[in-house]
């Protein structure tokens, strides 16, 4: 008999329990599977393929799908926009998340107990309650329907990446700082130099579901990025969607190119995502 | 030195704090500020007091819509509390004991996770969409059409099958929280509880349960939250207006058809949208301090 990793032995009923629900969790992680698989074969096909044999390998391989979203419409500008919007928005909120978390957590000063539970507000009000403001601010600045404004709203968007920061600047010790301070070195320095090599991990984990949030969201775009040349790949999907008979194999192949970068990034990285947006996230 | 050092600071926080307090902080203030007012975003702002408030609650055309959408908000609340986490901690108890395949498993349940609500929407258009998709191709072929449906067209349904797709799309976050807080749990404890032989079910119920359920609140807490501020999936599969007979309408989308859609009486007015987003935090504001109050008592001293 196996011992487990709490010590226990197992009764024979307990590991056929075990093993049938493993079963059925398996079954049900299949669904990803078949679900990502339609999609994929589906693209392959050719729209008349497509319509009589919706579910099922294609009868040929056929990139028509890929060649006509990538070559006419706006679909490439969509694109454009996304990856504009994520890579922006990422490298802004990260970078800023790291200053800010670095001036709270290693410096004393008056009202720092203040500042950390004030960065913290935004983890606790949805976007939701305040994207009507939002509209309105943006609008009086004049960067609504603009990707830069857009990219301001997400780089501000700190709260989370800051606290997961200011808890890991903690535990760096002091000395790395106070001997590279003996030696000359001014404050940013030691922040550029120093401290960013030595986070670089945590740093490149909150890097990763930043991009990956702002990647996928539809909400804000929605709302602050309505007209058409800005407009980014989740709303391309949408629009698809909602006539999705007229452009079902455009969809697909919409579908497979969004979903592309998402899934490899998961394939690379899954333990820090799983870890970013759980571990320091909401927990303790 | 020293003094020079404490007033670095200030260049370290200063950028992200300015753009924080503009889009993050001051948005929330402007939002209640704004519900006072009668306003068509364009022009003079009439103060009209909480007569936004009163529309919202005591208009016959406008009460109805709100309550019903608030009442599905809390329906999926109830959702949260009664069916998701039980599964979300069900499942990560299922990986803590290293069930067969349970490294496969926890890869591939965070998976849809990274996948966008508008995809997974796409997702559930392929299997559910009455015409084309695959369940009722399926049923046909199998040759029980009489199984088939409208799915998100039936009120009787859309809202289960919106629970499902939530459950498969964003359980993992959960899943994963809860089986971290498992494995913190101390191994000693473990031990001599296997010492002094109690069973699985006295474990799971005297010794992991109460042991890691305090720092569950959290994550309870911003489920909560997002119950509330739900939009993405409502949106895209029942449409701006919330499905059939408003069977899958929200707070949140109330909020949208009236400000960036139609608006009231034809008219628009930013301050009704704004009355509706305050009555949202609100809501948001009374749920999170009961349930924190409720989770608080199971808090052991350790």
């Not at chain 1, 986070?199 to 996928?216: G, H, R, S, Y």
């Not at chain 2, 994963?176 to 001599?192: A, H, P, R, T, V």
């Amino acid at each position: 008999m196996k011992r487990r990793r709490s010590g226990e032995i197992l009764s024979p009923t307990a590991r056929t329990a075990r093993g049938v629900l493993a079963a059925i969790l398996i079954v049900y992680t299949f669904t990803t599977v078949f679900v990502i698989g339609i999609t994929l074969l589906d693209s392959l096909k050719t729209k008349g393929d497509l319509v009589s044999n919706f579910v099922g390998l294609p009868k040929a391989i056929s990139f028509d799908s890929y060649k006509k979203i990538l070559f006419e419409g706006d679909f490439i500008n969509y694109f454009k926009n996304s990856i504009i919007l994520t890579v922006g928005g990422t490298v802004g909120c990260t970078f800023l998340a790291a200053l800010t978390a670095y001036g709270i957590s290693r410096y004393d000063f008056k009202g720092k107990s203040f500042l950390t539970a004030y960065f913290l507000i935004g983890m606790m009000v949805p976007v939701q309650v305040s994207v009507l403001p939002l509209f309105l601010i943006l609008k009086k600045i004049g960067l609504l329907n603009k990707l830069p404004g857009m990219i301001l709203v997400y780089m501000a968007g700190i709260s989370m990446a800051c606290f997961v920061f200011q808890k890991f600047f903690r535990t760096i010790p002091v000395e790395l700082e106070e001997s590279a301070r003996l030696d000359g070195a001014g404050d940013f320095t030691i922040f550029f130099c120093i401290i960013i090599p030595v986070c670089k991990p945590v740093i490149a984990t909150m890097a990763l579901i930043t991009a990956i949030q702002e990647w996928n969201d539809f909400y804000m775009p929605m709302v602050l990025l309505g007209s058409k040349n800005v407009k980014s790949l989740t709303l391309a999907i949408y629009q698809y969607i909602s006539q999705f008979t007229r452009y079902m194999s455009e969809s697909m192949a919409a579908v497979i190119i969004t979903l592309i970068p998402v899934i490899i990034l998961y394939f690379l990285f899954s333990s820090q995502i799983v870890e970013g947006l759980t571990g320091g996230a909401v927990k303790g | 030195m020293g003094k020079m050092r404490k007033k670095k600071h200030i260049l370290f926080i200063a950028p992200g704090f300015i753009l924080y307090t503009i889009f993050i902080i001051l948005p929330i203030f402007y939002v209640f500020y704004l519900s006072v007012f009668e306003w068509s975003g364009l022009g003079e702002m009439k103060f009209v007091g909480l007569e936004n408030f009163k529309t919202l609650i005591f208009n016959d055309r406008v009460a109805p819509t709100m309550f019903n959408a608030l009442k599905n908000n809390l329906k999926y609340l109830l959702c949260v509390w009664l069916i998701i986490t039980p599964f979300q901690y069900l499942i990560a108890y299922l990986l803590y004991i290293k069930i067969p395949a349970f490294k496969y498993i926890k890869f591939m349940i965070f998976m849809p996770y990274v996948i966008s609500s508008t995809i997974v929407s796409f997702f559930a258009t392929l299997l559910f969409s009455p015409n084309i998709g695959f369940l009722n191709k399926f049923f046909e072929w199998i040759g029980h059409s009489e199984w088939q449906s409208a799915w998100f067209g039936d009120p009787n349904r859309a809202f289960k099958l919106m629970i499902i797709l939530i459950i498969w799309q964003g359980a993992g976050s959960g899943i994963m929280i809860f089986y971290s807080n498992l494995m913190d749990i101390s191994q000693d404890i473990m031990e001599s509880c296997r010492i002094d032989g109690c069973n699985e079910w006295q474990r799971f119920f005297r010794i992991l349960l109460p042991l890691s359920l305090p720092s569950c609140a959290s994550i309870i807490t911003m489920s909560t939250i997002w119950a509330l501020a739900i939009f993405d999936m409502p949106f895209i599969l029942g449409g701006i207006n919330g499905g059939v007979n408003g069977c899958l309408d929200f707070a949140n989308m109330v909020f949208y058809r009236y400000t960036f859609g139609s608006g009231l009486n034809g008219k628009s007015n930013l301050g009704f949208g704004a009355s509706i987003c305050v009555l949202m935090f609100v809501v948001m504001l009374v749920v999170t301090v009961l349930q924190n109050k409720f989770l608080s008592k199971f808090e052991y001293d350790t």
